[in-house]
């Protein structure tokens, strides 16, 4: 199992930061990569994020299940087709952080453990003569970037403002 560990502030409580983490439907302006969220639920646990993701000559659709909430605390979710993925969204009070004139300040964490190697080729139509080993060596270099430009965009929407993020990487595959 690989595992992705990130984290950044936001200026905000985790009160007003949880809404914006929990807010799947708006995922799509965060990231290129990600087309479309279809819901199935109302939100809460048990919920089901049907997630169209687009990358060069590869489309795929993840469905991604709310397995656990604790406002405004955690969200965990688990992807319930095709790869074995599990992960949370964690927000925690780091007051101490915020800079000179900002009230509070929140440490927003991003976590997934995944198994590249449980994708199931079936589901991706992959173009002719391409394995999937070969995606997945072409996609994980890609996380990090993609993460920092979610992580900017997400911070700007809770913020009202765009700024420099800082992105702290605890652990990459």
Known sequence: ???IL???L??????EVFPYVRSFSDYPRYTDHLKEVRVHGDGGVG???DLRLAWWKLSYTARSKVTAISAPDSLEWQLVNNLDARGEWRVEPEPESA???VETASRI???AVYDPHSADESALSLPRFVSLDWVVRKVEPK???EAESVVQRLVADIEGQR???ELTVHEMP
């Open 47 to 49: 919920s089901v994020y």
């Open 10 to 15: 936001a200026y905000r409580s985790p009160e």
């Open 109 to 111: 964490y991003f976590e």
């Open 143 to 145: 996380l990090l970037s």
């Open 1 to 3: 199992m690989d595992r």
């Open 163 to 165: 700024r420099d993020v």
């Open 99 to 101: 800079p000179d004139g």
């Open 6 to 8: 990130l984290s950044t």
